[in-house]
């Protein structure tokens, strides 16, 4: 249909929906089945099945499956069915790991599903934007994302970014009213919002009239969300790590064979030995592992009240250096209350807290009655008027819908008894001119019931008393003096120094018929009436936070718009300013270049006064000083600086879908302590990927030397080639997983923030894998030579010793993983999953030594007990001989 030809009231009757009441849960329900979820259709996803035999196209995979048919071929059915049945082992623990990955990532999509505000049952409530159906009523304001194509009904100021749909970088200004033409391109249709686009300015609403694949974006090929499948650096890093272990691989198979052969054994089994020690260089479940690791601490993220919509920022958290934090909300409560009002010279205290319409008002100490004071009243209920936030009561208790400035001086206004009834009776708004970062201000234009008409503006104070010729002084209007502008520069300081946000009030009468239809007409030749300083307590928790964050190597750094002395007052009392440390504000951030910005900052922890522009000059000062940033912002101008960040981090309650979007960090409770704990979770779970990389390919390096090593010494083969499988492919991938898992070491939060250009074996890594592997390939052949040169007619049972002593060397091994020191560091028992791991994998290798059935298939033989207290002697050794050097050197 030509929706854009339509007048309200046929529009409506056609979408069967009301303005006031919206739609029914009866009528959302009907058309939800029968245009299904707002979403657009995914590209075809790999079937279970796929995903199943993808685990099987590894090369080093496909080799061993080419090595099952020459068994098999050559009358060898029981090691071909072995081989088989631990391929399938491993190929069903893969497909499990990646199907949870997925499912992660879907989980992850899911939470940061845009929210819209739409009319349900007579209330705004607020949805996911997939749960809109045709006939739906919703809202939308600067930084919304809108969630369906819709057919404007009313708008104010509305400006739309379009940019994903026409190519035009220019907002398009918008409108309500019914468009002539029936044929109109999509970037002339100024009376519709469509799916996906950006609200840049102002405000509307609008009636759906399209979901899912039935809107402007549906019908545009490949706009689709690919963030569930980006790679983390560290990922790409380990992919080329596994093709270098590929060709060290094949060189060894090779060198093994022909060895082999040259000391006189079968070429089969040489070629079947190669082929196990190349299986068992390359740890094929070290990918699947990463992801798993990434996505489990992706889930405690969010438990923790994070979102990490990119992957990447995982690793980055863990290299931040500096946090750029905004004050309101982040740092405070959020839950701001107007305790002083100055006007004509006097200061009222206004006692109450929160959203409560309750509270008394003092002059010098006494508590006076608000109806008693003219300028006071004028100032609270213009500060009302000038607003677009409402308080409503839900459950007992005083909500906001809006921004809490505004709350405030609704509630402020409230205590006096300017209730929501008592303005909607005497006034009307008949323009608004919405609050714009740049302009740092608002203006409404009122009409009373007395016919009379007004501007009434609220913003910064410095800017209001830029554009006010007079002020209210003595009951009447005065012109504004250099006298009065220094009384309400002091009043300002006054309220400033105690650490309140200062909001100034103004007005000014115009003519009944006088249309004002810009900012300039409106925002000019103001009377200046008073100021309201309000107070967003800081949260509790942040001092700490900070503290340890300054533990970390981690600088906080306060940006806000509020005024320098409050902006200096909250962060002296989050010991977030030190002695020596510098304030700046806007005004003087603008006089200096680039050049001169890098060398101030390092020593600035506040920047007050600041527009979002600034923001991104603050980000890329820090960048080029060397730091990782972590940038915090909710608005739609605070994207671009979210955007250029390292770690961009947006509000999950007050950020827009704008900020979101642009962000790699979302935070569920706007908490600054949130970022504190999401850091401390990056750094865990990169080291736990460190951990098990090191455990894995120490074991690896252990499996191949002990082979390389009894050629070289022209020994029989200590571990027979369906070993050293089982060994690779199931006993190391369950404590790996566990690594995974482990929590924070106690210190994590005491060192310095990881260069981010850090390799994976950098601090001692690349040496530990080297040293351990070597110690555990010696420990194992020497177990086996002892026990072979004991009974050189029983070379199974030195090979079932060789095996064991290897198992159990690499499970007292994972212990030692835990630590970047020493095994005695950790309590053994501080990872519970780890236990059972190793337990299970113990279980395991008991099964296959005494169990019957199984010691033909894995060519082993029943242990004698006293060889045990050789095994396990032989298998601490690698662990405890370093641990005890390194004691020795500490002492």
């Not at 009907?30 to 685990?55: D, M, T, V, Y």
């Not at 972590?630 to 608005?635: H, N, Q, R």
Request: contains cysteine; neutral net charge; glycine residues 8%.
């Amino acid at each position: 249909m030509n929706w854009h030809e339509l007048n309200q009231t046929d529009l409506l009757k056609t979408m069967n929906t009301s303005i006031g009441d919206g739609l029914s849960e009866k009528d959302v329900q009907k058309r939800l089945e029968k245009h299904g979820p707002n979403e657009l259709q995914e590209g075809k996803k790999a079937s279970a099945l796929i995903i199943f035999l993808a685990q099987f196209k590894d090369f080093m995979v496909l080799i061993l499956l080419a090595a099952t048919i020459i068994s098999a071929f050559l009358g060898e059915y029981i090691d071909a069915v072995a081989i088989v049945a631990i391929v399938l082992i491993n190929g069903v623990l893969g497909f499990y790991q990646e199907r949870r990955a997925e499912k992660s990532l879907q989980a992850l999509k899911e939470l940061s599903t845009p929210h819209v505000y739409a009319r349900r049952n007579n209330e705004w409530v607020k949805i996911p934007s997939k749960h809109l159906v045709p006939g739906d009523i919703v809202k939308f304001s600067s930084g919304d994302r809108i969630g369906a194509d819709i057919r404007l009904l009313e708008t104010k100021s509305l400006e739309i970014e379009e940019s994903a749909l026409t190519g035009e970088s220019i907002p398009a200004v918008k409108h309500a009213s019914p468009l002539s033409s029936s044929h109109v391109s999509l970037g002339d249709l100024t009376n519709m919002a469509f799916m996906g686009t950006l609200v840049t300015r102002g405000s509307g609403v609008g009636v759906v009239i399209g979901t899912g694949m039935n809107t402007a974006m549906g019908q545009i090929a490949g706009m689709l969300d690919a963030a569930g499948n980006m790679e983390t650096p560290l990922q790409r890093r380990l992919e080329q790590l596994g093709k270098i272990l590929i060709v060290a691989a094949l060189f060894l198979t090779v060198l093994v064979v022909v060895l082999g052969v040259v000391q006189g054994h079968e070429l089969y089994h040489m070629f079947l030995a190669g082929v196990s020690l190349a299986v068992a260089a390359i740890p094929e479940g070290l990918p699947a592992i990463v992801t798993v690791a990434l996505s489990l601490g992706v889930q405690r993220m969010i438990k923790q009240k994070s979102i990490v919509r990119k992957l990447p920022a995982v690793e980055t958290l863990g290299c931040a250096s500096i946090i750029c934090s905004d004050k309101t909300g982040t740092m405070t409560q959020n839950k701001m209350t107007v305790t002083h009002v100055w006007a004509e010279g006097k200061t009222w205290n206004i006692s109450g807290t929160g959203y409560e319409p309750s509270g008394d008002f003092t002059l010098n100490g006494e508590i006076v009655h608000a109806d008693k004071h003219p300028s006071l009243q004028k100032v609270l209920l213009y500060g009302a008027l000038c607003n677009t936030s409402t308080i409503v009561e839900k459950d007992g208790e005083m909500r906001l819908d809006g921004d809490p400035t505004e709350g405030a001086l609704l509630t402020a206004a409230r205590k006096a008894g300017f209730t929501e009834q008592f303005i909607e009776a005497g006034f009307h708004v008949i323009e608004e001119f919405p609050f714009d970062s740049e302009r740092k201000m608002m203006s409404v234009v009122v009409e009373t019931n007395q016919k009379e008409r007004y501007v009434i503006a609220k913003g910064a104070p410095d800017v209001l008393m830029n554009r006010s010729s007079h002020i209210m002084h003595g009951g009447r209007t005065a012109s504004f003096s250099a006298t009065h502008r220094q009384e309400a520069e002091a009043a300002i300081q006054g309220l400033a120094r105690q650490a309140l946000r200062t909001i100034a009030i103004a007005y000014k009468k115009v003519g009944l018929t006088e249309k004002i239809t810009s900012v300039k007409q409106a925002e000019t030749d103001l009377t200046f009436i008073g100021l309201e300083g309000m107070i967003d307590p800081p949260r509790p928790e942040v001092r700490r936070a900070i503290k340890e964050c300054r533990d970390a190597g981690i600088k906080t750094v306060m940006i806000t718009g509020d005024h320098v002395e409050t902006a200096k007052a909250i962060a002296k009392d989050l010991s977030l300013l030190p002695k020596q440390g510098q304030v700046l504000d806007g005004k003087a951030l603008d006089q200096m270049n680039d050049k001169e910005l890098e060398q101030t900052a390092e020593n600035v922890y506040v920047f007050a006064r600041v527009s979002p522009e600034h923001k991104l000059r603050i980000v890329k000062a820090y960048q080029k000083n060397g730091h990782v940033v972590a940038m915090t912002g909710d608005g739609v101008n605070d994207a671009p600086a979210i955007k250029q960040a390292d770690i961009g981090i947006s509000m999950g309650i007050t950020g827009t879908d704008v900020a979101k979007e642009a962000s790699s960090l979302i935070l569920l409770d706007d908490n600054f302590a949130t970022i504190k704990s999401a850091i401390k979770e990056g750094r865990n779970i990169y080291e736990n990927i460190r951990k098990f990389v090191r455990y894995l390919l120490a074991s690896n390096v252990g499996e191949i030397l002990v082979m390389l090593f009894a050629m070289l010494l022209a020994l029989p083969l200590p571990l027979v080639p369906i070993q050293i499988l089982w060994v690779n492919l199931v006993t190391d991938g369950l404590p790996a997983m566990a690594l995974g898992m482990d929590k924070p070491e106690g210190d994590v939060m005491k060192r310095k923030p990881r260069n981010v250009k850090e390799g994976i074996f950098a601090r001692g890594l690349g040496w530990k894998v080297i040293s351990r592997g070597f110690l555990i390939g010696l420990a194992t052949l020497l177990a086996f030579i002892f026990v072979y040169h004991r009974d050189p007619n029983n070379l199974q049972y030195a090979q079932t010793v060789a095996f064991s002593t290897l198992v159990l060397a690499q499970l007292i091994h994972v212990f030692d993983c835990r630590s970047e020191r020493s095994i005695f560091e950790r309590n053994p028992f501080g990872n519970l999953y780890l236990i059972g791991a190793v337990l299970s994998s113990l279980l395991l290798m008991l099964v296959v030594i005494y169990y019957p059935p199984l010691q033909p298939i894995f060519k082993t033989v029943a242990v004698a007990p006293i060889d045990w207290l050789l095994i396990i002697g032989m298998s601490a050794l690698p662990t405890f001989l370093l641990a005890g050097s390194l004691l020795t050197r500490k002492k």
